[in-house]
């Protein structure tokens, strides 16, 4: 997956399955669809690689990208056959900024709370990760009168 890929290409569409905005898209004779999406978050360019076949979606890797210049703070390659869901994604991402935050913080020798960086991370990529369907759950439930509005 090329991360020049962000900078350069068009959106063509958003993914029903992963709520990603596609940046690639090509059908195989494998049958799959495998596509390149993206999502943004605080500063944050969350790319995910997956492929789409006849009721199933596999999670192949995840590129984490920071800032205008795309500098690479993560890249997950996840193990064959992992079926896509955001919480696998969020999880993998969360695990990863961790991980590399911490190392950062132990080398620079920075005091830092484990406890609240990885409440704070999974927090930010909880509202990137599933806002939409929080909301779309709610205006559903006052369409239909569960809640009054």
């Known amino acids: 997956m090329e991360h020049t890929l962000v900078n350069t290409a068009k959106p ?10 596609l940046l690639q898209s090509f059908h195989a004779t494998s049958g799959f669809n495998y596509q390149i999406g993206m999502r943004k978050a605080a500063g944050l360019t969350i790319v995910e690689g997956f492929a789409e076949g ?8 995840i590129v984490v990208l920071y ?12 193990p064959q056959g992992t079926y896509y869901s955001r919480e696998t994604a969020m999880e993998s991402i969360k695990d990863e900024l961790c991980k590399y935050f911490f190392q950062a913080c132990l080398k620079e020798q920075l005091d830092f709370s484990k406890e609240d960086v990885e409440k704070q991370v999974t927090e930010l990529l909880d509202n990137c990760y599933f806002s939409e369907s929080r909301k779309a759950v ?5 369409e239909v009168g569960i809640i009054k509005a």
């Open 12 to 21: 063509i569409g958003k993914s029903v399955t992963t709520g990603t905005t």
């Open 138 to 142: 709610l205006d559903w439930a006052t």
């Open 54 to 61: 006849t009721g199933c979606s596999f999670l192949n890797k």
């Open 67 to 78: 800032g205008e210049k795309q500098q690479v703070i993560a890249d997950i390659v996840l």
